[in-house]
Protein backbone atom coordinates (compact mmCIF):
# COMPACT_ATOMS: atom_id res chain seq x y z
CA UNK A 1 0.00 0.00 0.00
CA UNK A 2 1.79 3.10 -0.94
CA UNK A 3 1.53 5.86 1.72
CA UNK A 4 2.72 9.51 2.37
CA UNK A 5 2.39 10.75 5.65
CA UNK A 6 3.54 14.18 6.75
CA UNK A 7 4.81 15.83 10.21
CA UNK A 8 6.23 19.36 11.05
CA UNK A 9 3.17 21.16 10.92
CA UNK A 10 2.42 23.81 14.07
CA UNK A 11 1.62 26.61 15.47
CA UNK A 12 3.52 29.92 14.64
CA UNK A 13 3.57 33.40 14.64
CA UNK A 14 3.94 35.73 11.53
CA UNK A 15 7.77 36.09 10.53
CA UNK A 16 8.60 32.33 11.97
CA UNK A 17 9.38 29.58 9.96
CA UNK A 18 8.46 25.96 10.33
CA UNK A 19 9.55 22.59 8.02
CA UNK A 20 7.39 20.29 6.50
CA UNK A 21 8.60 16.44 5.86
CA UNK A 22 6.85 13.61 4.16
CA UNK A 23 7.98 10.33 4.12
CA UNK A 24 6.47 7.83 1.61
CA UNK A 25 6.32 4.30 1.79
CA UNK A 26 5.15 1.38 -0.40
CA UNK A 27 6.97 2.32 -3.46
CA UNK A 28 10.20 4.44 -4.65
CA UNK A 29 9.28 7.83 -5.75
CA UNK A 30 12.73 8.53 -6.49
CA UNK A 31 11.73 9.25 -10.46
CA UNK A 32 8.48 10.51 -9.71
CA UNK A 33 7.38 14.28 -9.15
CA UNK A 34 6.83 14.90 -5.15
CA UNK A 35 5.35 18.48 -4.05
CA UNK A 36 3.17 19.94 -1.72
CA UNK A 37 -0.24 21.80 -2.09
CA UNK A 38 -2.47 23.85 0.79
CA UNK A 39 -6.22 24.25 1.67
CA UNK A 40 -7.96 26.97 3.46
CA UNK A 41 -10.93 27.06 5.22
CA UNK A 42 -13.92 27.51 1.43
CA UNK A 43 -10.40 27.68 -0.65
CA UNK A 44 -9.89 25.33 -3.22
CA UNK A 45 -6.67 23.33 -2.78
CA UNK A 46 -3.55 25.77 -4.43
CA UNK A 47 -0.09 24.62 -5.82
CA UNK A 48 2.74 25.28 -3.45
CA UNK A 49 5.71 24.26 -4.74
CA UNK A 50 7.26 20.85 -6.41
CA UNK A 51 10.28 18.97 -7.50
CA UNK A 52 11.39 16.65 -9.81
CA UNK A 53 12.47 13.59 -9.77
CA UNK A 54 15.90 13.55 -8.68
CA UNK A 55 16.07 17.12 -7.63
CA UNK A 56 17.15 18.62 -11.08
CA UNK A 57 14.40 21.03 -10.95
CA UNK A 58 11.86 23.03 -8.34
CA UNK A 59 8.47 24.67 -9.11
CA UNK A 60 7.36 27.42 -6.79
CA UNK A 61 3.51 29.11 -7.02
CA UNK A 62 3.73 33.04 -6.76
CA UNK A 63 2.38 33.64 -3.67
CA UNK A 64 5.35 31.50 -1.64
CA UNK A 65 8.17 31.81 -4.22
CA UNK A 66 11.35 33.31 -2.72
CA UNK A 67 10.15 32.29 1.15
CA UNK A 68 9.60 28.60 0.89
CA UNK A 69 12.34 25.80 -0.04
CA UNK A 70 11.40 22.33 -1.60
CA UNK A 71 14.32 19.27 -1.48
CA UNK A 72 13.56 16.09 -1.89
CA UNK A 73 15.89 12.76 -0.07
CA UNK A 74 15.64 9.82 -2.28
CA UNK A 75 18.15 7.72 -0.08
CA UNK A 76 15.10 8.16 2.79
CA UNK A 77 11.78 8.47 0.20
CA UNK A 78 11.24 12.09 1.55
CA UNK A 79 10.43 15.49 0.50
CA UNK A 80 10.45 18.56 2.37
CA UNK A 81 9.22 21.93 2.42
CA UNK A 82 11.16 24.70 4.53
CA UNK A 83 8.39 27.77 5.22
CA UNK A 84 10.57 31.23 6.24
CA UNK A 85 8.75 34.53 6.40
CA UNK A 86 5.96 33.36 7.17
CA UNK A 87 2.64 34.95 6.92
CA UNK A 88 -0.85 34.29 8.09
CA UNK A 89 -2.26 33.63 4.90
CA UNK A 90 -0.38 30.71 4.92
CA UNK A 91 -2.53 29.39 7.08
CA UNK A 92 -3.56 26.33 5.69
CA UNK A 93 -4.11 22.29 5.87
CA UNK A 94 -0.53 21.37 3.51
CA UNK A 95 -0.87 18.14 1.56
CA UNK A 96 1.95 15.82 0.31
CA UNK A 97 1.65 14.81 -3.21
CA UNK A 98 3.38 12.92 -5.48
CA UNK A 99 3.16 11.46 -9.00
CA UNK A 100 3.74 7.81 -10.15
CA UNK A 101 5.72 8.84 -12.78
CA UNK A 102 7.91 12.58 -14.43
CA UNK A 103 5.50 15.39 -14.91
CA UNK A 104 4.03 18.01 -14.18
CA UNK A 105 1.83 17.84 -10.90
CA UNK A 106 0.65 21.93 -10.88
CA UNK A 107 -2.92 21.15 -10.43
CA UNK A 108 -4.41 18.49 -8.31
CA UNK A 109 -6.04 16.72 -11.22
CA UNK A 110 -2.44 15.46 -11.60
CA UNK A 111 -1.49 14.09 -8.42
CA UNK A 112 -1.69 10.02 -7.71
CA UNK A 113 -0.60 9.97 -4.15
CA UNK A 114 -2.03 12.01 -1.13
CA UNK A 115 -1.05 12.72 1.95
CA UNK A 116 -3.69 13.01 4.63
CA UNK A 117 -2.37 16.56 5.31
CA UNK A 118 -0.95 18.83 8.79
CA UNK A 119 -2.20 22.28 9.83
CA UNK A 120 0.19 25.13 9.65
CA UNK A 121 -1.28 28.16 11.82
CA UNK A 122 0.36 31.35 11.53
CA UNK A 123 -0.61 34.13 14.47
CA UNK A 124 -0.50 37.75 13.24
Known amino acids: QVQLVESGGGLVQAGGSLRLSCAGS????????MGWFRQAPGKEREFVAA????????YYGDSVKGRFTISRDNAKNTVNLQMNSLKPEDTAVYYC?????????????????WGQGTQVTVSS
Open 97 to 113: AARSRAGSISYPSQVDY
Open 51 to 58: ISGYGAST
Open 26 to 33: GRTFSSST
